[in-house]
């Protein structure tokens, strides 16, 4: 059970949703997977899977994955009990069956490889039962979809090696899960018994006629599911705010047990909260789903607000002070300063402000025509760091009919330091054609006396210029 | 009942964690809060709130909040009523005390002034019970923190007019929230029961020794709770691989009412799953918490595998290919397409990619220098789309001492189409001292070659231009 030799192959029993996952988890990692599964759909079913885990993980990260395992699909137990160099039986969850396929693998099995039940509830006790090596099977329990959610339950039984319980969370480690490592094996282990509470009282409040299922999917998702996301119960407990004190029949154990939660103080646990559900927000208003539908609504009316505002904005010779905000945290890059595409988001939305605000606004758009940005020049002057506060601002240089000439600055607010340029050339397009287009009378309006009252403003001594290193470019 | 008004000021009983955060979320929506509180600290508590809150709203979004209302602390129940146009109670959770000052404060209030308790387990009917008009009373139950959870229960009481559950439920709206209205008034209403069984679970896996409070919130929060955030548990069960299933004591009622949920195909739903997960844990990422310590554990390791074999990646007379991808949807902007600051941040890691190359790593980095960019030239050739696949290329064209002079191309990997250029000035940084130094000699070694090697290439033909609308610039 020590040590037992790199992981190359995984052998897998059982190629459902769970099985499937399992494979996509290990080829993507680099293994190479061979998968029992008596169905003829099985290799087309992993196969589907297998493409949306590659799919999501390439949108999840940008670190360089290995090149992809290879994996096949076998009907024989035996097969892929061979080639393993780490076994994972993921089984419809019948005891019996699992006993008897388990017996059965362990024979074609070499020395020293763990074998671990990807079950929900069953225990590992029984599950060794019908073991040679007990010692070798834990339970390794994840959750769908495996390729995505980073916990895995690793529980052992009462014959099982310690050794194999740490070669199983080692191994699941590799492949960027967090096994959570159980003190005494029990029914549903841990987090199956948590989601069946939670479960029996959403049936209970639909028998009673208190809510409907999908009430009760909102009730959850659009309040305290936000915060499961980042904290448990009682982490969350800490900041509730008298929630947890004002409900009703809740339990009053000794909380001894209760105080290995994580020792920050209130405030920074209360930032980090925000900012977490900050994020998450805005993650699933980019999904127009949930709490980010109800996001999106409410910016959709601010928006419509702003833009009838902005059509009795003065025109000053002036450059526009365009977009106000604050360095975010997870702007930040590993240089610790604000990372430079930021720089350029930060002046999109300055440079959609000043569009509003000559009438080539969101309804425009939608109405088929808009600017396009063709060409940008950056200059970084002074870095920016995390929590502080800048403005933009916009001096148009010049425009025609399709094209207008923008220089923008972002200044750093405590002293109004222009820490960098933008310089930017946008072109009127027709987006039914994707072609550039003399922009519309009714933001030409907009536009001109904009163009007219800049026209007075200095021009920056730095625009116009070309990226150089010598004389020879 | 019937209108109402305009609400400009919400008048406010009780300032704790609740009243404030009712204050926060008001006053950021530009509404006047009037908050009574005999707490002399009240004033001190809620200001740290309502700045706690504009924080977490500047970052979540950039839609234009209307200037912020005023606030202030009064003693008397009566003047935060005659003020309100809206009047929202949270006081501690007694009965007695809630009946007596919601009679007190109703004595004050015009007509047709909606009064709501921020209760979370007090019926209406016993809290309208003291009012001489209790068909204004209902429950508008909200979670903390009021300022970013969407969620507010609405529920009347036997004696509530359904116009002024209507009445609150728009106003809940307005500030963003996510108003449920409740079809029956129950103890702890939807939420509560449903975390009060989650609750009671986890203090039942404490009290048996099964895990700690520290296990159970990792067992929530790096793997169910991340589902929670935007699916509730019958959405969830929709795509659960059988998980639910194979839990054991599940109750079997029928599930007639539970047929409400979206109707959306699996395949979708699995898309939305997958795409919602991959953001909220690069979100967590960005904290460093839960999944997402999990995920930039996993990053690190990856990264670090990559330096080790980049050192030996040969140098060739072609551009680097040093960045591959796919689009994301949420990187699209409002004409469709990818939304410009999203290339530059692909230009980031195809030019990190290069830096790791040469050696200029994250290693590299935090023994203290690094390349900053000095300026960046884009030029945007042609549209990208939602889940088009790229690739990034990067050329050297020149370098001194402590500059490097790059070309950049964005290639569509369909057909190979330059979608847009990036042309950047690389400037060797002291991180320390923030200037410009010399490159080391170890990063000098893995240049020069690279640089060698890059000369023989043409030179792209728009590089070095500058941005013009015309001879005169």
Redesign the interface.
Known sequence: MSGGGTIRTIGLLGG???GA?WAARAVLNGLDAVICDPDPEAARRIAAVID?AR??L?????????AAGTWRVVRRVEEAAEAADFMQESL??REDLKIALLAQAERAMREGVVIASS???LKPTRLQSGLRRPERLVVGHP???VY????V?VCGGAATDAAACRRAAEFYR?L???P?L???E???F??????????????????????????????????????????????T?R?????????????K?PRT??????DLDDASL???????????????K??R????A??AE??????Q??AAAARHMSQAAAPLHA?A??I???WID????L???????IF??ASDAMLALIGAD?AY?ARGH?F?????????LA?MHGDEAFYATVQV????AK?V?IWQELHRDADGAVTATC???LLHVD?AT?RACPALAEVRAGLDPLVAAHAALPRPEA????????QR?
Chains 1, 2 share one sequence.
Not at 148 to 151: V, Y
Not at 339 to 345: D, G, K, V
């Open positions: 459902g949703v769970i996952g949306n799919t999501a390439s949108r999840l990260t940008l670190a360089p994955l290995p419809p969850e079950t929900a509830g959750f769908n979809p995505l959610l980073p916990l339950e590799g960027g899960m967090h959570l159980l003190r005494r029990t029914d549903g841990i987090a199956d018994r948590l989601m069946e509470a939670l479960w029996r009282e959403a049936l209970f409040l639909i028998r009673d006629d208190v809510a409907t299922a999908a009430e009760i999917d909102d009730a959850i998702r659009f309040g305290p599911g936000l915060r499961w996301a980042f904290m448990g119960p009682f982490l407990s900041l509730a705010g008298g929630e947890q004190a004002q409900s009703g029949p809740a339990p154990w047990r209760m105080t290995d939660v994580p209360e930032r980090l909260r925000d900012s977490c559900l900050v994020g998450i927000l805005q993650t699933l980019a999904n789903i949930a709490g980010g109800a996001l409410y910016e959709a009316a601010l928006w607000a702003q977009f905000g604050r975010e945290p997870g590993y240089n610790g300063h990372t430079e595409s930021r720089y350029l988001q999109s939305h969101t758009v808009s396009y940005t063709a060409e940008t020049h950056l200059r970084h870095q240089l010049g425009a025609d094209r000439h310089e930017q050339m987006a994707g625009a116009g210029r070309a990226i150089r290193l010598n470019g």
